[in-house]
């Protein structure tokens, strides 16, 4: 079983939907949340980073932390075709290495 | 601009060949790592850095090399014993705030293939 699992999709939506990206993982050690976005062709650029359960909002994206069922979410509002990429879910413990997910690949449809 | 630099963009590997690939930062962060993508799998740590001088392997370094000399620059050796060295290869750096890496910001990205 993978340390972190995560939905390859593809995933498709239309334009102003709200899309639902999801993690599951395995280690109850992991204490640092992060979503990434990666465009064809480019390095994952850090969307959001979260050290707690909870919700985190920046502008259309929220993050969620829910370490007592050992999942996270990413939610993003009113969904742009600027949005179209792969999202990574990473994560890790106190001075352990980064865990990343295989990576969701989202199109949004104008 | 602050950011990280990876070279070149694309590059390739006859057989038997070592080829070696560039990663830059001028964000003054401590700590480098490269990383190999494959379609479906993630990324998957090859080496990491945390200091000058010193470097730790990750979880697939069979086949490939490092080194730190300057704490801007952390290049990658692919060497002709990585029998399946085609991947696109990400280099990323992190600061620390007292005993805690902040998240990894990458480059762009160097897209290796065999001839």
């Known amino acids: 079983q993978k340390e972190v699992e995560q939905d390859p999709g593809p995933l498709s939506v239309p334009e102003g939907a709200i899309v639902s990206l999801n993690c599951t993982y395995s280690?109850?050690?992991?204490?640092?949340f992060m979503w990434y976005r990666q465009y064809s062709r480019k390095g994952p650029e850090l969307l959001m980073y979260t050290y707690s359960s909870g919700n985190k909002e920046d502008g259309r994206f929220t993050a969620q932390v829910d370490k007592s069922s050992k999942y996270i979410s990413l939610f993003i509002r009113d969904s742009q075709p600027s949005d179209s990429a792969t999202y990574l879910c990473a994560m890790k413990n106190q001075g352990g290495k980064l865990i990343f997910g295989q990576g969701t690949e989202l199109s949004v449809k104008p | 601009d602050g950011g990280i630099t990876q070279s070149p963009k694309y590059l390739f590997r006859k057989e038997g060949q070592n080829v070696t690939l560039s990663c830059e930062q001028n964000?003054?962060?401590?700590?480098m790592y490269w990383y190999r993508q494959d379609p479906g799998q993630g990324l998957r740590l090859i080496y990491y850095s945390q200091i000058v001088n010193d470097f730790q392997k990750g979880d697939i370094a069979e086949g490939y090399s490092v080194s730190r000399e300057k704490k801007e620059s952390f290049p990658l050796t692919v060497t002709s014993a990585q029998k399946n060295p085609t991947a696109f290869y990400l280099c990323?750096?992190?600061?620390?705030?007292?005993?805690?890496?902040?998240?990894?910001?990458f480059g762009d990205g160097t897209r290796l293939s065999i001839l």
């Open positions: 280690n109850s050690a992991f204490q640092y």
């Open positions: 990323a750096s992190s600061t620390r705030t007292g005993d805690r890496n902040q998240p990894q910001h």
């Open positions: 964000l003054n962060h401590d700590a």
